[in-house]
């Protein structure tokens, strides 16, 4: 079956613009997680979904990054008024189950974002 | 606070040989650790899980245990191949911090020549 998708792979951004990171987990998954890898590191928690209801939000860095998924499906990570920091790959994952320490999470190719 | 350390940082091997990825985690208080596999430009892809009460999981050439106790982890790679060559990544899965965050290691770099 489909696998989590992204888009756009690649988003290019001049510093003080918006963005829009799309993502479609796998179809009847729970749980959505987004982290941000930075070049030559490991991903970094932003925030968890289960369903529509946003239950973590404690890893966005600031008040310019907002995630929402309305209908429980698809996903968007919005940043506003993006900075040359917010540069980095933004990978969505998904896990079909909410219990937590059983979950397998399984991600997306990423998105990934250069602010010029 | 969970931290994840991985060892070496990076390695280069010849093709043939077996080989051993270190993963330390100062917590050991978790549910779960996870391997992972990442291709330049690509997402991650899961190799092993290995749940808190388990010791070791095996799939394929691929061999990874769980000493909890002690907060280590290791990948073993048997007769490794040029399509290893890759960035592996542990990650822990805490009880603590939040709902089901990950907590990842930045990564060992493999690069297996022929």
């Known amino acids: 079956g489909a696998g989590v998708s992204q888009s756009p792979r690649y988003k290019v951004a001049k510093r003080g613009q918006d963005v829009a990171l799309r993502c479609d987990p796998i179809?009847?998954?729970?749980?959505l997680f987004w982290y941000q890898q930075a070049l030559g590191q490991g991903p970094e928690f932003l925030t968890y979904f289960q369903n529509e209801a946003q239950l973590d939000k404690s890893g966005l860095p600031s008040d310019r990054f907002f995630a929402e998924r309305p209908e429980g499906s698809v996903s968007t990570l919005k940043i506003q008024r993006t900075q040359q920091e917010d540069s980095a790959v933004y990978l969505c994952a998904s896990s079909p189950m909410a219990r937590r320490g059983y979950n397998e999470q399984f991600f997306g190719p990423g998105t990934r974002l250069t602010v010029l | 606070k969970q931290e994840v350390t991985q060892i070496p940082a990076a390695l280069s091997v010849p093709e043939g040989e077996n080989l051993v990825l270190n993963c330390s985690f100062t917590?050991?208080?978790?549910?779960?650790l996870q391997w992972f596999r990442q291709d330049p430009g690509k997402g991650l892809t899961s190799l092993l899980l290995i749940q808190s009460s388990q010791r070791e999981q095996t799939s394929g050439r691929l061999n990874a245990s769980l000493d909890k106790s002690s907060g280590r982890s290791t990948l073993y790679i048997a007769a490794s191949q040029p399509g290893d060559s890759a960035t592996y990544l542990c990650a822990a899965f805490p009880f603590s911090g939040g709902y089901n965050k990950l907590i990842f290691g930045a990564g060992t770099r493999l690069a297996v020549h022929p």
């Open positions: 179809s009847g998954h729970v749980s």
């Open positions: 917590d050991s208080a978790i549910y779960n």
